[in-house]
T-cell receptor, first 118, second 113 residues
Framework: GAGVSQSPSNKVTEKGKDVELRCDPI?????LYWYRQSLGQGLEFLIYFQGNSAPDKSGLPSDRFSAERTGGSVSTLTIQRTQQEDSAVYLC????????????????FGPGTRLTVT | GQNIDQPTEMTATEGAIVQINCTYQ??????LFWYQQHAGEAPTFLSY????GLEEKGRFSSFLSRSKGYSYLLLKELQMKDSASYLCAVRVVFSGGYNKLIFGAGTRLAVHP
């Protein structure tokens, strides 16, 4: 079946502009995560949506970052007034909780959006 | 705080065995994951441990000791295509049932002929 998709794959923007990054999770996956990965670095958690619950926004680095998840499916990560330090690959992942003991509920990652702020 | 440590780089020879270690200090532990990430690609799931012991899956095995905050990923019969970054990640659970993965910086493995 289809995996997690993200668009655009690459985005170059000027400092100070706003950008929107889109994520389409795997159909039926209730959890959706956004991460940021700078060159040669590990993944930095940004935000987590689980069903209809309030999202966990604890990883958002500043109030310039926000995310929405409409209808429990597609998600949009918005970065306002972009700065050069926002340049990174933004990865989206989704998972499904099977409701069985010790379920891994592993996350499936999309290909990412490479954001370059000039 | 939450902290995950793994070596930055490792090299190994094709056909050999390599062990990548990961140590963690976290609260709310709810499982440890290993992901493989080839350059320029998304991470892909390799293994999951939530109980102590060894989980084997083909050429890859993963071990967990919760009391020691320690895991390793064992790769056997190395192939050139195994050259990638290997990410150790701990799932932590917070009040309200929220959970998230905390990733280490990754170990870049280079396999040589």
């Amino acid at each position: 079946g289809a995996g997690v998709s993200q668009s655009p794959s690459n985005k170059v923007t000027e400092k100070g502009k706003d950008v929107e990054l889109r994520c389409d999770p795997i159909s039926g996956h209730t959890a959706l995560y956004w991460y940021r990965q700078s060159l040669g670095q590990g993944l930095e958690f940004l935000i987590y949506f689980q069903g209809n619950s309030a999202p966990d926004k604890s990883g958002l680095p500043s109030d310039r970052f926000s995310a929405e998840r409409t209808g429990g499916s597609v998600s949009t990560l918005t970065i306002q007034r972009t700065q050069q330090e926002d340049s990174a690959v933004y990865l989206c992942a989704s998972s499904f909780r099977r409701g069985v003991p010790r379920d891994s509920s592993e996350q499936y990652f999309g290909p990412g959006t490479r954001l370059t702020v000039t | 705080g939450q902290n995950i440590d793994q070596p930055t780089e490792m090299t190994a020879t094709e056909g050999a065995i390599v062990q990548i270690n990961c140590t963690y200090q976290t609260s709310g532990f709810n499982g440890l994951f290993w992901y493989q990430q080839h350059a320029g690609e998304a991470p892909t799931f390799l293994s999951y441990n939530v109980l102590d012991g060894l989980e084997e899956k083909g050429r890859f095995s993963s071990f967990l000791s919760r009391s020691k905050g320690y895991s390793y990923l064992l790769l056997k019969e190395l192939q050139m295509k195994d050259s990638a970054s290997y990410l150790c990640a701990v799932r932590v659970v917070f009040s309200g049932g929220y959970n998230k993965l905390i990733f280490g910086a990754g170990t870049r493995l280079a396999v040589h002929p």
